[in-house]
Nanobody
Framework: QVQLEESGGGLVQPGGSLTLSCLAS???????????MSWYRQALGQERDMVAI????????DYGDSVKGRFTISRDNAKNTVYLQMNSLKPEDTAVYYC?????????????WGQGTQVTVSS
């Protein structure tokens, strides 16, 4: 059973930093290394939006416009973990942050979500 477990959320003041982690487990051997990993966020009453995405080998990343230059996504495939380093946080970054893993195995697509971790930016 595939599980994505986010951690690292919490309350931080504007201008502060947080690092989120997402530990993946239950993947068939090698499948995690082939997965595209992403972070999404959903603020209260809003749609879930993509924050950052990283390719399977970590060689390419992309970010939502609102976080470019402030957030950095990375992954450690040896630890089955993806990270989101968040700097210069703003109140509008307040949301539940979700980890996502997706890819294809033998022609079948998969798409897994974590339970989310709350990030609150407030003074």
């Amino acid at each position: 059973q595939v599980q994505l477990e986010e951690s690292g959320g919490g309350l931080v003041q504007p201008g502060g930093s947080l690092t989120l982690s997402c530990l993946a487990s239950g993947f068939t051997f090698g499948i995690y290394d082939m997965s595209v990993m992403s972070w999404y966020r959903q603020a209260l009453g809003q749609e879930r939006d993509m924050v950052a995405i990283i390719t399977a080998d970590g060689g390419s990343t992309d970010y939502g416009d609102s976080v470019k230059g402030r957030f950095t996504i990375s992954r450690d495939n040896a630890k089955n973990t993806v990270y989101l380093q968040m700097n210069s946080l703003k109140p509008e970054d307040t949301a539940v942050y979700y980890c996502n893993a997706r890819g294809e195995v033998d022609g079948s697509m998969y798409n897994f979500w974590g339970q989310g971790t709350q990030v609150t930016v407030s003074s």
